[in-house]
């Protein structure tokens, strides 16, 4: 499994972003795939999943309300879209994947950074 994550950049507080992960190889359809991020100088963190093979989104508290998760079934592609952002969501951004909701850690691919500025 691959996943390329894109869409990162330098934002005004505020502001929105999208980012996209596109996936190859087989992935299972009981697996989640979705974002952690990384902030510097802090430990890395959940962000959002879904499930491959449909079924409900997943979000820590901070993001709620603000970040929505979806897949293109037909690109094998995932999407982050990202609003609202606060100088808090700074942080680099992986697509990653793994076997339970909140515990993305089978494959990660390499990150994209996301710099928002206040």
């Not at 980012?19 to 087989?26: H, K, N, V």
């Not at 603000?66 to 697509?95: P, W």
């Amino acid at each position: 499994v691959q996943l390329q994550a894109s869409g990162g950049g330098l934002v005004q507080s505020g502001g929105s972003l999208r980012l996209s992960c596109a996936t190859s190889g087989r992935i299972f359809s009981s697996t989640f795939v979705g974002w952690t991020r990384q902030a510097p100088g802090k430990e890395p963190e959940f962000v959002a999943s879904l499930k491959w093979g449909g079924g409900g989104t997943y979000y820590t508290d901070s993001v709620k309300g603000r970040f929505a998760i979806s897949r293109d079934y037909g690109k094998n592609t995932v999407y982050l879209q990202m609003n609202n952002l606060n100088a808090e969501d700074t942080g680099v951004y992986y697509c990653a994947a793994g076997i339970h909701t909140r515990g993305l850690n089978k494959y990660r691919g390499q990150g994209t950074q996301v710099t928002v500025s206040s």
